[in-house]
């Protein structure tokens, strides 16, 4: 057994050393290639910031038709939704008791009349007694005081004719401006009386339209709304204001601004703004809503990325960009306005930057083989 350990002993330390051999020559396992990823190049671009607004749209007049009598409806004569003319009969109260009180208003006026001719029949007559002293001088002046009496009294009741006569017009119910009138808010046979709402009657063409801007938003256009005649166009750009409709098409007529608040609301921390519609077809209705929009802001030089380049890492917006020998270097930056699908980066961004996209998960440091996106076609800006 001696004889076989020793001359097995040489054989495995060659293997050994054969095997060590086999080690050191062995190439050591190549490195990963550089991890391939989308890049964008930011360039400098000029963009129209955009704002939008909630609206309601109103009359541009809004005329509510009351009756100045009251009495029994027994007409009415135009056609609810309709266009109306200022003065056309829209409805019509029953008028006999007004021509009553206008008969006896007319009966009283002729009774004061009889005895203001009796009174002045009794001045002249008793005015030259009384320089004769045949009468007394007292009953002169009752004489005289009594014609006043009379005077006053025929002037009262020429008044109460008037007013009778008004009464009885006003019988016949009246539109007070061209319009559109509503549907009726009484119906034949009721009585009404001046606190009852009948119709209303609005002008719609041209429309307003309503909108707040916020206290910020106000104060870059005070100073175009505080002038002695305040611009149609709030802002430096000239934009007119557009109209977006509830089905999202953009209404073809533009608007023109017409007037501001007095004051900013301090519940909300906004001003309400006015604006102007042509509506000549009257495709535009009270109470609808909509979107005002307007090219508030025009930006020089604007650095903008691909909204799914930005991450965020407790509140603050990061970007991963190309350093140094391809690699990735992460930056954090303060975003501005949204462009659709991209947003202007205000500050940590340089121009001419490559900017990483759809890569969240690379750590920085990493190598990458960057391959340039086509550039972004430009888009309007929607502030908020």
Known sequence: MRRTASALFPALTLALVEA?????????????????????????????????????????????????????????????????????????IDARPTQASLAQARAQLAQAQAELGRRERDVARDTPLAKERAIPQSQLDNDIQGRLAAQASVKAAEALIQSASLNVGFASVRSLIDGVASMASAQIGDLVTPQSLLATVSQIDPIKAYFSLSEQEYLRVAKQLNQGTPSQELWQTGSALTLILADGHEYPQPGSFLAADRQIDPSTGTIRISAVFPNPDHTLRPGQYGRVRADTQLIKDALLVPQRAVTELQGAAQLRVIGPKDTVVLRTVALGNRIGNRWIVLRGLEPNERVLIDSPQLREGTVVNPTLQAPVAEETVKGK
């Not at 050591?28 to 550089?34: F, G, I, K, Q, V």
């Not at 360039?43 to 009351?66: F, K, M």
């Not at 009495?71 to 004569?77: A, E, Q």
């Open 20 to 92: 060590c051999r086999g080690s050191e020559a062995a190439p050591p396992p190549a490195a990963p290639p550089p991890v391939a990823v989308t890049v964008v190049a930011v360039s400098p671009e000029t963009v129209s910031v955009t704002s939008e607004w909630v609206a309601t749209l109103d009359g541009y007049v809004n005329a509510q038709i009351r009756p100045q009598v009251s009495g029994y409806l027994i007409s009415r004569n135009y056609a609810e939704g309709q266009r109306v003319k200022k003065g056309q009969v829209l409805f019509e």
